[in-house]
């Protein structure tokens, strides 16, 4: 066993539609967007990462920027594949081996993930030479990550808001009671933006300004208590289609957001309502828990709790929280070993 052991990594990985977080030796040390760059001629990848994101909406022909990922999910198998093992060969204590190391992977999926989408995450990782692979559900990564019990017979609420996907998620005695799994978050927040600006504005904003906009003055209410500045924003006008300017205050997009945001707050409201009483009885001691880059949303957290009279906590560092969660199953796999799949 000792030999393998030397030759075996630990990896942790959040697979997300907007980042991938890569835990190793308790750190992370991989914190990227799921992006990847592609040379149309060679179908050689150019870029991932970082690197690649800053190519986004500005590239000519023979160069194509690709999300891997769709809501949660593996959409481009071969891209996502070149992009994870691009990842995880810049990892420094991997790189200084002589040979590739197997290695030992927990990857969490969307709880609304089907069987299909399942076997692709599990291929893309046996091509990665992995040889013992779990599968961990994001509200649970989320929950261990923010440092709940999650074995105790006591009912928490973990609401994960991703890239892709808001996973809602009642969890007791290490198992998902109650789940729902919907389609909005943060790119149809971004998405919600790039529209109004089309619309009110007549002001035609690329996706990376569409999400510099929702990071500077996104905001879930208009009665923010400390509201952001008004920002500046540069794109096309629409009908001289000139370069042009305009200033966007954080109401407007609060504005902007409304639609989405109450369908997360109805998929709140209907997982609350599938809830077990004794459990039910659990949240209302200890309140809702939000994890993932969407919970950063000002305002989102005390508009939750007006709609749901619960108090509602936004994770300590919320888009770091499932890949924490993940590496933490995985180093204590036998605490663990009922909530982790095969």
């Known amino acids: 066993m ?13 697979l997300g539609t907007a980042n991938t977080l890569i835990i190793h030796d308790g750190k992370v040390i991989v914190d990227a ?21 800053l190519m986004q909406g500005k590239t000519h022909e023979n160069i194509k920027t690709i999300r891997p990922l769709k809501d949660g999910v593996i959409a481009d198998f071969e891209a996502s594949e070149q992009m994870i093992k691009e990842f995880i060969k810049n990892i420094p204590s991997i790189k200084k081996k ?6 030992r992977m927990v990857i969490c999926i969307p709880s609304g993930i089907t069987e299909v989408e399942k ?7 046996e091509h990665m030479n992995a040889k013992e692979i779990y599968l961990i559900h994001e ?21 994960d808001i991703g890239g892709g996907t808001t996973e ?3 969890i007791a005695l290490g198992g998902i009671v109650c789940d729902k799994s919907v389609k909005v978050a943060g790119d149809v927040f971004t998405g919600d933006i790039a529209y109004y600006m089309r619309t009110q504005h007549n002001l035609y904003v690329g996706e990376r300004t569409a999400e510099k906009i929702k990071i500077q003055i ?7 208590e400390t509201p952001p500045e008004d920002m500046l924003v540069q794109g096309r006008d629409l009908l001289s289609g000139k370069p042009k300017q305009v200033q966007v205050s954080y109401r407007e997009i609060a504005k902007a957001l409304d639609k989405s945001i109450l369908r997360i707050e109805d998929a709140v409201m209907e997982t609350l309502s599938q ?12 309140g809702i828990y939000l994890a993932g880059g969407g919970s950063m949303l000002r305002g989102l957290d005390k508009r939750l709790s007006r709609k749901t009279d619960l108090p509602v906590y936004v994770a300590e560092d919320p888009l770091r929280a499932v890949v924490r969660g993940t590496g933490i199953s995985l180093k204590d796999l036998e605490k663990y070993k009922n909530v982790l799949m095969k």
Do not use: C, H, W
């Open 275 to 286: 809830t077990p009483p004794e459990l039910a009885a659990d949240i209302y001691n200890t």
């Open 2 to 14: 000792g030999f393998f052991d030397f030759m075996t990594e630990d990896i942790a990985i959040d």
């Open 119 to 125: 076997r692709a995450v599990i291929d893309s990782a």
């Open 168 to 170: 809602i998620a009642v």
């Open 139 to 159: 509200p649970m990564a989320a929950a261990i990550g923010i440092g709940i019990d999650i074995m105790q017979p006591k009912g928490n609420m973990i609401i």
């Open 33 to 53: 967007p799921s992006i990847v760059a592609r040379d149309r001629n060679s179908g050689k990848i150019i870029a991932t990462g970082k690197k690649a994101s």
């Open 218 to 224: 996104g905001a879930a209410t208009e009665d923010l």
């Open 98 to 103: 002589f040979f590739t190391p197997s290695l």
